[in-house]
């Protein structure tokens, strides 16, 4: 078992639509939840990150932890043509330098 | 503005060829890293720096061996050794200390393919 999974995808919905993305993880001690977003041929970059259980908003955008399920999510409202990228969930334990990645979740938004 | 440079952008590497990969910030972060990224797979950790002068092998150092002389340049060298070196290289930095929740910045990549 991965120590991160996070379905690939490729996921495609309408423009305003309502995404949700998702990882599970497998070891207990991770802390720190990220979600990254990356652009084709760019760097990730960072969109939410949040530290053990619970929920973060910021804009359109909303991260959840559930660590008693070891499950996090990442939902996208009224999603645009320029969210079309690959997600990333990354996560760590309480040391800095040790980030897991999961491997990414296309995702294409259609006007 | 601050920020992780990488470059070459695109680069070529022929049999039994060293190649190195740069990467520059001007961040003022302590820490540097170097992931390897391929299709359908996370970011996987080659190497991390997280003081000048020196360095730890991450889960696939093989083939692969870095420099940190200064604290604002981590190259990675891609050595004849690394047998599958096609894939898209990342570098990131981080702020050492303050709080917790410090995030790690990346660079725009270097795409590395086999002649």
């Known amino acids: 078992q991965k120590e991160v999974e996070q379905d690939p995808g490729p996921l495609s919905v309408p423009e305003g639509a309502i995404v949700s993305l998702n990882c599970t993880y497998s070891?207990?001690?991770?802390?720190?939840f990220m979600w990254y977003r990356q652009y084709s041929r760019k760097g990730p970059e960072l969109l939410m990150y949040?530290?053990?259980?619970g929920n973060k908003e910021d804009g359109r955008f909303t991260a959840q932890v559930d660590k008693s399920s070891k499950y996090i999510s990442l939902f996208i409202r009224d999603s645009q043509p320029s969210d079309s990228a690959t997600y990333l969930c990354?996560?760590?334990?309480?040391?800095?330098?040790?980030?897991?990645f999961g491997p990414g979740t296309s995702l294409s938004v259609i006007p | 503005d601050g920020g992780i440079t990488q470059s070459p952008k695109y680069l070529f590497r022929k049999e039994g060829q060293n190649v190195t990969l740069s990467c520059e910030q001007n961040?003022?972060?302590?820490?540097m890293y170097w992931y390897r990224q391929d299709p359908g797979q996370g970011l996987r950790l080659i190497y991390y720096?997280?003081?000048?002068?020196?360095?730890q092998k991450g889960d696939i150092a093989e083939g692969y061996s870095v420099s940190r002389e200064k604290k604002e340049s981590f190259p990675l060298t891609v050595t004849s050794a690394q047998k599958n070196p096609t894939a898209f290289y990342l570098c990131?930095?981080?702020?050492?200390?303050?709080?917790?929740?410090?995030?790690?910045?990346f660079g725009d990549g270097t795409r590395l393919s086999i002649l």
């Open positions: 070891n207990s001690a991770f802390q720190y």
């Open positions: 990131a930095s981080l702020r050492v200390g303050g709080l917790p929740n410090q995030p790690q910045h």
């Open positions: 990354a996560m760590r334990e309480t040391s800095y330098d040790k980030v897991i």
């Open positions: 720096s997280q003081i000048v002068n020196d360095f």
């Open positions: 961040l003022n972060h302590d820490a």
């Open positions: 949040t530290y053990s259980s």
